[in-house]
C-alpha cells in the first residue's frame, strides 16, 4: 500500500492549513459558549474569543481566495493549445517550401552579393557584425529594464516585510495601551497575592535553633514568595510614579511612549512601501513598454545600423598612383 507523505507545513496545498482553522474556530466557538454560560464576569472573555474567530475566519477566507487565484488549470491548457497552433504554423513556414524555408535565406543572400559588388564565394560577415553592434545595445537596454524590475520586485518585497513588521508592533502597543489600566489592575492584584502569600509562608516558619543554626526548608519558599512580591512592588512602584513637574505617572508615559515609537515606525515604513510600489510601478512601465510590439529599431537605431552596413559594404578605396617626381634643372653647357 502506498503511504501519502503528510505535506509540510506552508506547501501547497493548504487543505490542512484551512482545516486547523476550521478546528480552532470551532474550539473558540465552544469555550465562548461555555464561558457566556457559566458567568456574566466571563464577558471580555467571550468578546475576545469571538473577536478571534472573526479573525480567523477572516484569515480562512483569505487562504481559500488564494488557492482559487492559483486554480488555473483550464487557463494554463488554454494557453498552451494557443502555444501549439502558432508553433505548427512556424513549423510549416519552416519547412521545404514554406514562407521562412533555408532556401528562400540562400537566394536572399546570392541576389543581395550580386547588387553589392560581393564574390559568390565571399560573405556578409561584415553586415553581421555591423548591425550586431547597434543590436546589442538595445539588447543591454532590454536587460537593464528586466533587471531593474527584478530589483524593484524585490525592493517592494523588503517594503512589505518590514511594514507588515513594524505595523503588527505597533498594533501591540496600541493594544497594550488601551487595556493599561487592566494590566495595571491586574498586577495590583498579583502584588496582593504574591504580599500575602509570602506573610503566610514567613509567618509558619519556626526561628531555627543550633550552632551554626540549621537552614529550614522552608525558608528557601518564603523566601522566593519574598523575592517575588518585592518585584511586583518595585514595578508598581516605579510604573505608578509620578516624576516632579509631571502631569502623568511612568507607566502611562512609558505605554504613550512606545506606541508613539511603533506607530512612527510604521508610518515610515508604510511610506516606504508607497515608494516602492510607485518604484515597481515605473519599472513595470518601462519593462513592458520594451516587451510590447515595435519596430526591431527605433529610428535612431536603425539611422545608426544603417550607417555601419554602410561603411561595411563600402569597398576600400584604392590609393591614387604617388606622382612621379618632376625634372631638375638642366646641367649648365661645359666650357
Do not use: C
Amino acid at each position: 500500500m502506498t503511504v501519502t507523505p503528510a505535506p509540510s507545513p506552508g506547501v501547497w496545498p493548504v487543505d490542512d492549513e484551512v482545516a486547523a482553522i476550521e478546528q480552532k474556530i470551532a474550539e473558540l466557538q465552544r469555550a465562548a459558549d461555555q464561558a457566556q454560560a457559566s458567568s456574566s464576569l466571563a464577558a471580555s472573555e467571550v468578546a475576545i474569543a469571538q473577536k478571534a474567530i472573526r479573525d480567523l475566519t477572516t484569515a480562512k477566507a483569505e487562504i481559500q481566495e488564494k488557492g482559487r487565484l492559483w486554480d488555473r488549470e483550464a487557463q494554463l491548457q488554454r494557453a498552451l493549445a494557443e502555444r501549439k497552433a502558432v508553433a505548427d504554423r512556424v513549423r510549416l513556414a519552416l519547412a521545404a517550401g514554406g514562407g521562412l524555408a533555408a532556401q528562400r535565406k540562400t537566394d536572399l543572400e546570392t541576389a543581395l552579393k550580386a547588387k553589392a559588388g560581393i564574390a559568390e564565394s565571399g560573405n556578409l560577415d561584415a553586415v553581421f557584425q555591423a548591425a550586431d553592434g547597434i543590436d546589442k545595445a538595445s539588447s543591454t537596454a532590454d536587460q537593464t529594464a528586466e533587471s531593474a524590475l527584478k530589483t524593484a520586485r524585490e525592493a517592494l518585497e523588503q517594503a512589505e516585510l518590514d511594514y507588515t513588521r513594524k505595523a503588527r508592533a505597533a498594533e501591540a502597543r496600541w493594544s497594550e495601551l488601551q487595556h493599561s489600566a487592566r494590566i495595571l489592575e491586574e498586577l495590583f492584584n498579583r502584588a496582593q497575592q504574591r504580599l500575602t502569600a509570602a506573610n503566610a509562608l514567613t509567618a509558619g516558619l519556626s526561628a531555627p535553633t543550633g550552632s551554626p543554626p540549621p537552614l529550614n526548608p522552608s525558608a528557601a519558599e518564603a523566601g522566593l514568595a519574598w523575592k517575588d512580591f518585592t518585584d511586583a512592588f518595585d514595578a508598581l512602584t516605579k510604573s505608578t510614579e509620578i516624576p516632579a513637574g509631571a502631569s502623568q505617572d511612568r507607566g502611562h508615559t512609558a505605554a504613550v511612549g512606545a506606541w508613539e515609537t511603533a506607530r512612527d515606525a510604521a508610518r515610515n515604513a508604510l511610506a516606504v512601501l508607497l515608494k516602492a510600489q510607485q518604484s515597481l510601478a515605473e519599472a513595470q512601465r518601462l519593462q513592458e513598454q520594451r516587451q510590447v510590439p515595435r519596430p526591431d529599431r527605433s529610428a535612431s537605431e536603425r539611422q545608426a545600423a544603417l550607417a555601419k552596413v554602410r561603411e561595411a559594404l563600402t569597398p576600400p578605396s584604392t590609393p591614387a598612383p604617388a606622382p612621379a617626381p618632376s625634372p631638375g634643372p638642366a646641367p649648365a653647357p661645359g666650357p
